[in-house]
């Protein structure tokens, strides 16, 4: 997987690039062994590395979600491995999901990281007898009704939101900061040259249509971006759209299989991008963060949660190039001159 962004003629994008360094800088210095055990305080480090307090941040809560340190609310970063506290016994996590995502691949790795966690689909009609068996809930499915979210408060049981904002109540949040990851591939796009965009959202969510337009109102005013659904990137295309970006990889899957019942496929001079969450195949270029940096960010924050202080863990993820996006074409060039990533038929659906 790279970080970089294309090369074929693309404007290349610095927005992340500090980021980037420092994130790498410190995995070196923890390869190397100049960092280990319990690392300074957050202060400290970023003076000894001459950085922001707030970038730096970031860049070990990313390097904590990939396995590489433990963060420990109160009692600070240690490299995994090397003189991090004592893991504790977990206890039973409640964890809320639809059906279709039982066994999807971060359940299967929260189930995995503490073996007494038990899937529930329903949390409607739970009675406290059954819910005071659980130490914390881990809501997946984004849609906990505020009167069980409200007794677990009663309760003290941490409640941990994944992927929505909390609505109602301060609780706990793992999220992934989809403004910043569609932002970082809008930008690229629009220096690009492209002005038409759909923003395909498979939830009924507006987040990655109001991050590209905020992008776009600061590096292309005269672009457009439109919301659609999956089933509608058919009819949208023939009006000149030269760039779709999906918020999930199931979204994109969604266009594909929609476009093939038509038999369409994806335009050769229209770039493809996705923002979201991936467990294995990367089908096209985007900003992804991994379900396993996602399970690993919930789990620690599990180990060192407080009740009275909602703690919110943001996710960055990754920057991979797949050659599925690039400058707006002024030509459309022939299928043999095209890399053999822009060939669209050939996306793993």
């Known amino acids: 997987m790279s970080n970089h962004l294309p090369e074929r003629g ?19 210095s923890v390869a190397s062994g100049e960092l280990s055990g319990k690392l300074p305080g957050e202060r400290e480090l970023a003076r000894k590395l001459h950085v922001n307090a707030k970038t730096l941040s970031k860049a070990l809560t990313d390097l904590a979600a990939e396995g590489l340190l433990h963060r420990s609310i109160g009692r600070g970063t ?69 009167e069980f979210v409200r ?77 659609c659904f999956a089933r509608d990137v058919a009819a949208l295309l023939e009006l000149g759209t030269t760039a779709l970006v999906c918020d999930s990889v199931a979204t994109v899957r969604d266009v594909m299989a929609a476009l093939s019942a038509m038999n369409k496929q994806v335009p050769r001079d229209v770039s493809v991008a996705v923002v979201g969450c991936v467990a294995d195949e990367i089908p096209c270029s985007g900003f992804f963060t991994s379900t396993r940096q996602q399970a690993g960010a919930i789990v620690d924050l599990l180990k060192d949660i407080q009740p009275s202080r909602p703690s919110t863990v943001w996710l960055t993820g990754t920057y991979a190039d797949h050659h599925t996006t690039g400058p707006l074409m002024t030509t459309v060039p022939s299928e043999e001159e095209l890399p053999i990533g822009l060939r669209f038929p050939s996306i793993a659906v």
């Not at 693309?10 to 070196?28: A, G, H, N, W």
């Not at 090397?82 to 359940?107: H, N, Q, R, Y």
């Not at 009675?127 to 505020?146: E, H």
Request: proline share 5%; glycine share 6%; net charge positive.
């Open 78 to 146: 240690f490299v995994r491995g090397s003189g991090e506290p004592e893991s504790k016994a977990l206890g039973a996590w409640m964890i809320v999901c639809d059906w279709a995502e039982a066994t999807s691949p971060i359940v299967r790795a929260l189930i995995e990281a503490n073996p007494e966690a038990r899937v529930v689909h329903d949390v409607t009609s739970l009675r406290p007898s059954f819910i005071n068996q659980y130490v914390a809930v881990i809501d997946l499915a984004g849609d906990a009704p505020t």
């Open 151 to 227: 007794d677990l408060m009663v309760r003290a049981i941490p409640f941990v939101a994944v992927g929505q904002q909390p609505k109602t109540y301060a609780t706990h949040a793992v999220l992934r900061d989809v403004t910043y990851q569609a932002t970082y591939v809008g930008r690229d796009l629009m220096l690009g040259g492209h002005r038409r965009f759909l923003a395909i959202e498979g939830r009924k969510s507006t987040q990655l249509t109001e991050a590209l337009r905020k992008t776009a109102a600061r590096y292309a005013p005269d672009a457009t971006v439109d919301p």
């Open 10 to 28: 693309t404007v290349r994008v610095t927005m992340s690039y500090k980021f980037q360094r420092l994130r790498e800088r410190i995995r070196q």
